[in-house]
Every structure is written in C-alpha cells, then in structure tokens.
C-alpha cells in the first residue's frame, strides 16, 4: 500500500541547532515533494517544492534534498529559532495531473531557547 | 499578500444539517481544493475543481459533498446532511498551476456536528 511516513515523534532541539526532518514513502512515484509548515488550528503554508531532477533545493535557511532511490527526502532548518517552533509536513503530488497533495503525518519541531 | 480567507471560522451544527463553508480563493489561481483534517489526523484531500468542474475527488467526497464556485470569487463545499464524523477543520486551498505547483491554504473552518 502507498505510505508516506514522517518521524511522529517530537523533534525537541537548542536554538542555534540544524532541525532535521525526514519523509519516506513507499508505492509513491512522485514527480514533486513539498514541505509545507503547520501551526496549530492553521492551514498548512507552503515552504519548498522539489523536483524528482532536483537533489537539493533551498531557501534561506531551509534546505530539501530529494532521494528518489531511496525514496526519502530530508528537511533542515539551520540556525534554528524559537519562532521555528511547529509542525511540518511533507505532501507528494499524486493523483491525476498530480493536482492532489498527500500528506503525511507531520513531525512537531520545538526550538528551546 | 494576497490569501485564502475562509467563513466561517467556527460553525457548529447539528446531525443530519447542511453546511456551507465557503472559500475566496486568491485572485489570479485558477485551481481550487478542499481538504479536511479531524483533530489529531493528517490534512486529507476532498476534491479539486478547475474550469467549474470537479477534476479529482477523493473516496471522501461522496453523494453527501458538493462543490461549487457560484461567482467569480467565491469556492463553496456543501455537505448536505452532517455526520458526527465530518467532525473536522476544512481548508480551502488554490494554486497557479496545475501540476504540482505549491498550493495556498485558507486558515480553516472548524465543523462541529453534534
């Protein structure tokens, strides 16, 4: 069966810290991966878009890299904040014209100060 | 920077009620989606419209859910008689492009059905 899983566990690091996060998937080819942040009682905003051609892709201080033979990608947030604090997700373009986005579950980030 | 809004924020109805919840997508996108996530659960696709048709929708989005833009701003998603599971918050989302572009998400209505 498709599955898209993110670390369900609280990521708890020190201000200043690199945050990495991962998302593996199984029965998926995806053309695109996105991570897109969630607070709580929010929608989702959209951070980063990777291409299945693309190993790497950043901005700012958020970088994705994109293994499709390992079917993973990672996402790290450098210099972390307190403000970072939140819930990110990863979502796979899928469906028909690839219009539909598949969520995983998210994994909480807390940034200590 | 122009956004999704969504009304209302909160609505609470009672079991076997319709609901509207509405949606202004953001102003030059040309695809629209519902989503919903129950307390707890990952943000699940509803259904896609594009061109004032439904392109995708998902097992979700039964005889129940309907969708519609009635006028050149609004996105509606009309559940005709509530269940305690629709039990959810809804998010609106629109997006510029079809094929895996980024997509812009509404704050939310939270449906409570009693």
């Known amino acids: 069966s498709q599955k898209i899983e993110q670390n369900s566990e609280a990521l708890n690091i020190q201000e200043g810290k690199t945050a990495t996060l991962t998302c593996n998937y199984t029965?998926?080819?995806?053309?695109?991966l996105q991570w897109y942040r969630q607070d709580p009682g929010r929608g989702p905003v959209f951070l980063l878009l990777?291409?299945?051609?693309?190993k790497e892709k950043r901005k700012e201080r958020l970088k994705v890299t994109f293994d499709t033979t390992l079917k993973q990608s990672l996402f790290h947030i450098t210099a972390s904040q307190p403000a970072d604090s939140a819930t990110y997700l990863c979502?796979?373009?899928?469906?028909?014209?690839?219009?539909?986005?598949?969520f995983g579950t998210g994994t909480r980030l807390l940034v200590s100060p | 920077e122009p956004e999704v809004t969504q009304t209302p924020s909160h609505q609470v109805t009672q079991m076997g009620q319709e609901v509207i919840l509405r949606c202004v997508p953001i102003?030059?996108?040309?695809?629209f989606y519902w989503y919903r996530q129950i307390l707890g659960q990952k943000v699940e696709f509803l259904v896609s419209?594009?061109?004032?048709?439904?392109?995708?929708k998902s097992e979700i989005f039964d005889d129940q859910f309907s969708v519609e833009r009635p006028d050149g701003s609004n996105f509606t998603l009309k559940i005709r008689s509530t269940k305690l599971e629709d039990s959810a918050m809804y998010f609106c989302?629109?997006?510029?492009?079809?094929?895996?572009?980024?997509?812009?998400f509404g704050p939310g209505t939270r449906l409570t059905v009693t």
């Open positions: 102003s030059n996108h040309l695809y």
């Open positions: 979502a796979l373009a899928a469906g028909t014209g690839f219009q539909k986005l598949v």
């Open positions: 990777i291409r299945e051609n693309e």
């Open positions: 989302a629109s997006s510029e492009v079809k094929r895996a572009g980024e997509q812009y």
């Open positions: 029965n998926y080819s995806p053309a695109y």
């Open positions: 419209f594009y061109n004032n048709e439904i392109s995708e």
